[in-house]
């Protein structure tokens, strides 16, 4: 890569993280974002290679967790499963920092099996993949069941999207991951929610539509995240041939999308690959996203007040920007690789 651009991404890292650093001051960030800005700083402070980013990152994880358990008792009380799944993942963002609540765990594990797999996943990845009757949050913001067609809120009543089989595999695959990762699973461990990669591998090419595309980039994103414990671990490309090939493959249509969000989670997938900066993959997506660059430092679409696909867009995009400080070869679940090598063998369903 050429020292102008590297130095360019420097410039627009240390911009984007200046952004992140005011957001962390404003108490209505913490209240929208909750554990997911936690988890965005914790796996910057223990996965960056560069030791000025790690250090601000976790001042910064540390002064927003201690933000956020202002909003929760001392006591863990729990009357449904998303605020057991906020708690473990709140906590597990700050476990990664090195600290500890083992009474506080002991709690969350006892709530957890209050509640199915289904109350956490919309469905139950024991017994079924990914369905295609899970509604997508409804746009006056109230979750609803599996099947509806309605929303049931009474003030509202709109017709409801279908969440794509792929995106509801995501969202599924990340909290199961967590949960799992964290001591307290979510009805479902993470080895047999993998159980699935085979059955969800039908990836659509950019030219069948910008949703499938997404769907298919996020789906490989969060299988190369989950596998490498989110920055820990590099992948063997051998493992997981059809994710790599889709990306080295697609990237362009990546960045013709023009989305850095996207562009940000193909950089970050490419490097658990084993690319670095000196890759023209890595270097044009470095090289898009620091043109995106918002002037406050943010990346993604400014329509006023900040939203969390802003806060997204950033935080992919810091992570397609930065180094890793990788620990070697390795997986998250290491008992998963023989069955990984098995997969990868198999021809992926037509999609």
């Known amino acids: 890569m050429k020292r102008s651009l590297l130095m360019a991404r420097d410039r627009a890292l240390y911009r984007g993280l200046a952004f992140l650093e005011r957001e962390t001051r404003r108490p209505e960030r913490l209240a929208a974002f909750g554990s997911a800005l936690l988890y965005s700083l914790s796996f910057m402070a223990t996965t960056s290679r560069d030791a000025t980013v790690r250090a601000y990152t976790r001042q910064?994880?540390?002064?927003?967790?201690?933000?956020?358990?202002?909003?929760?008792?001392?006591q863990v009380e729990a009357h449904d499963a998303d605020t057991v799944s906020e708690l473990v993942h709140a906590y597990g963002a700050a476990e990664r920092l090195g600290l500890r609540f083992p009474r506080l765990k002991r709690e969350l594990l006892a709530l957890?099996?209050?509640?199915?797999?289904?109350?956490?996943?919309?469905?139950?990845?024991?017994?079924e993949p990914p369905p295609t009757n899970v509604p997508e949050t409804c746009a006056c913001g109230w979750s609803n069941p599996r099947?509806?067609?309605?929303?049931?809120?009474?003030?509202?009543?709109?017709?409801?999207?279908?969440?794509?089989?792929?995106?509801?595999w995501t969202i599924s695959l990340t909290a199961a991951f967590c949960g799992d990762r964290n001591g307290v699973p979510f009805g479902v461990r993470y080895e047999r929610m993998m159980r699935w990669l085979p059955h969800m591998r039908g990836y659509a090419h950019p030219r069948r539509g910008v949703g499938g595309f997404y769907d298919s980039a996020y789906a490989i994103s969060h299988v190369v995240y989950?596998?490498?414990?989110y920055g820990v671990w590099l992948l063997d490309p051998?493992?997981?041939?059809?994710?790599?090939?889709?990306?080295?493959?697609?990237?362009?249509?990546?960045?013709?999308?023009?989305?850095?969000?996207?562009?940000?989670?193909?950089?970050?997938?490419?490097r658990a690959f084993g690319l670095d900066n000196e890759d023209p993959h890595v270097a044009a997506g470095i090289g898009f996203l620091v043109e995106t660059?918002?002037?406050?430092?943010?990346?993604?679409?400014?329509?006023?007040?900040?939203?969390?696909?802003?806060?997204h867009a950033t935080w992919a995009a810091l992570?397609?920007?930065?180094?890793?400080?990788?620990r070697g070869a390795g997986l998250s679940f290491p008992r998963l690789a023989p069955s990984l090598r098995r997969w990868a063998r198999l021809a992926p369903p037509v999609s």
């Open 319 to 326: 992570d397609g920007l930065r180094d890793f400080a990788w």
């Open 112 to 127: 957890s099996r209050r509640f199915p797999a289904s109350d956490y996943l919309w469905f139950d990845p024991n017994h």
């Open 238 to 270: 051998r493992l997981l041939p059809h994710e790599f090939e889709y990306l080295t493959t697609h990237l362009e249509a990546a960045l013709e999308v023009g989305d850095p969000d996207m562009v940000g989670e193909f950089l970050d997938s490419l």
């Open 60 to 74: 910064l994880a540390l002064r927003s967790f201690r933000a956020w358990q202002a909003y929760w008792p001392g």
């Open 226 to 229: 989950t596998l490498n414990d």
């Open 147 to 168: 099947g509806r067609r309605r929303c049931v809120n009474p003030e509202c009543r709109a017709r409801l999207s279908r969440m794509s089989p792929l995106r509801l």
């Open 293 to 311: 660059q918002n002037r406050d430092g943010s990346w993604g679409e400014r329509d006023g007040a900040l939203d969390y696909t802003r806060f």
